[in-house]
């Protein structure tokens, strides 16, 4: 390992493995390696908590775990898409022979290298070595990436992969991605395309040609993409999850609540998926279908940087809808804590206050609640309120006492903010599910 890995006993690195033996097993077998320091998980969503908030060289990651519905692949794809996992760390999955077929389709792009049970700590070494020299032949890629060079990162990955080099098809998807976040939606496409022609086309690239058709305004083209990319594979829940998302764009409220409803029933332990699907359905007037999403979302995402905050908010109405006094009082703790460590954040501050109005209406103290409210509409015009501001606002005063309501000023509240954001058939179609109480 010494000429790979030169300073091996400076490594990190994680094991999540539900089974205590295997994590002991591989905890040895990596300190023989002379790994320098090895920390263990249970579970996956332990593990991403870890990951979110250090980092490591090396994971090893178990494929299946039992009693729970979130898989190694799912947290690899939560901390890919939300950019959590740096380059160089080396991420491999273990898994059984009944997983095979899914992790070897997986690794052939996104994963660094996977290794199938039983395995032995010679051929678990040869993996990390295979995995390893896969990042130091990219290592030019990683240190323009280190330098913040975008530009450069995706030129040689492009190169890589048109000169036939190797590992050219997991530089195609780094390029890809690099091409998208700057904003190169033409150079990107191209890139898709080329790779599109493999027999077959990998899922990723065929999203990814759909991610640049809608980031660059190409709405109808990337939904034609995607319904026959989750036609083609009905389990690749971010299929599912971009077409919800070109779906609530286009004002298709019902068919996007369908989309996240598919990626959810996929991996239902994705914070993100789970706070999705409760928003829409929240909006679309499905209180009971909101519930579990919601709740499941600030359950998972307690702590967690992939958590946002707005599915609190959302759970305070459903609540109130339901006269849970207490639940709101438990949403509102959550967000003040929130607050504290983020004072000058305005979002936040207006969140809070959207579910101080509930939690006062809540307990009977409706003077309090009102004046809260007038407060609250003072904000109309500042210039950091969106779409999802003024639906909470939208939302609150849908829940006030008639005579506020209904009052002159909440008319002119209402005008105001359907001015403001109705530009578009998606934002109206929000604007009006939140009225609708």
């Known amino acids: 390992m010494d000429a790979l890995y030169p300073d091996i006993d400076q490594c990190r690195a994680l094991i999540v493995d539900g089974n205590h033996t295997s994590r002991s097993i591989l905890a040895a077998q990596l300190r023989d390696m002379g790994v320098g320091t090895v920390v263990q998980s249970s579970r996956p969503q332990d593990a991403r908590g870890k990951l979110e908030h250090a980092t490591f060289d090396i994971v090893l990651c178990d ?12 947290l690899l794809d939560d901390l890919r898409r939300e950019q959590l996992l740096p380059y160089f760390t080396t991420f491999v999955m273990v898994t059984g022979e009944a997983s095979y077929n899914k992790v070897a389709e997986a690794a052939e792009s996104a994963l ?3 290794i199938v049970k039983p395995y032995t700590a010679t051929s678990l070494g040869e993996r990390l070595l ?47 991605e690099l ?14 395309q080329k790779v599109m022609e493999r027999s077959p086309p990998p899922a990723w690239a065929r999203l990814g040609l759909a991610r640049t058709l809608f980031d660059s305004q190409q709405g109808p083209q990337a939904k034609k993409v995607l319904e026959s990319l989750v036609k083609d594979s009905p389990d690749f829940a971010e299929g599912h999850d971009l077409l919800g998302k070109v779906q609530v764009e286009q004002g298709d ?35 009971e279908d909101a519930k579990r999403p ?26 109130y809808d339901a006269k849970d006094s207490k639940g709101i009082r438990r949403c509102l703790s959550t967000m003040e804590h929130t607050l504290g460590k983020k004072p000058d954040d305005s979002r936040i501050r207006r969140q809070v206050e959207i579910i101080k109005i509930l939690a006062m209406l809540s307990d009977k103290h409706t003077e309090a609640a009102k004046s809260e409210m007038f407060t609250l509409g003072k904000q109309l015009e500042e ?18 006492p008639s005579e506020t309501a209904r009052g002159a000023r909440a008319k002119e509240w209402v005008e105001a903010l359907t001015w403001r954001f109705s530009g578009n058939k998606a934002a109206g179609q929000l604007l009006i599910a939140a009225s609708d109480k």
């Open 383 to 400: 210039s950091d309120l969106d779409v999802e501001g003024a639906c909470n606002i939208l939302s609150m005063l849908a829940r006030m």
């Open 179 to 192: 091409f998208l976040r700057s904003g190169r939606f033409d150079d990107a496409k191209a890139l898709y």
């Open 112 to 114: 660094d290298s996977y």
């Open 294 to 319: 919601l709740e499941r979302a600030a359950a998972l995402g307690a702590g967690s940087k992939m958590f946002d905050q707005q599915s609190l908010v959302l759970l305070a109405f459903v609540r």
């Open 63 to 74: 494929y299946h775990f039992e009693n729970c519905e979130y898989s190694g692949q799912d």
């Open 130 to 176: 295979l995995a390893r020299k896969r990042k130091l032949a990219l290592a030019k890629v990683f240190e323009a990436l280190e330098a913040g060079d975008l530009n450069l990162a995706a030129a040689l990955c492009v190169q890589r992969y048109t000169e036939g080099m190797t590992y050219g098809l997991y530089a195609a998807r780094i390029g890809g």
């Open 253 to 287: 409220l019902t068919d996007a609540m369908g989309a996240y409803k598919n990626a959810w029933e996929i991996t239902p332990s994705s914070i993100t998926r789970n706070a999705k699907l409760g928003a829409i359905s929240f909006y679309m007037g499905e209180a």
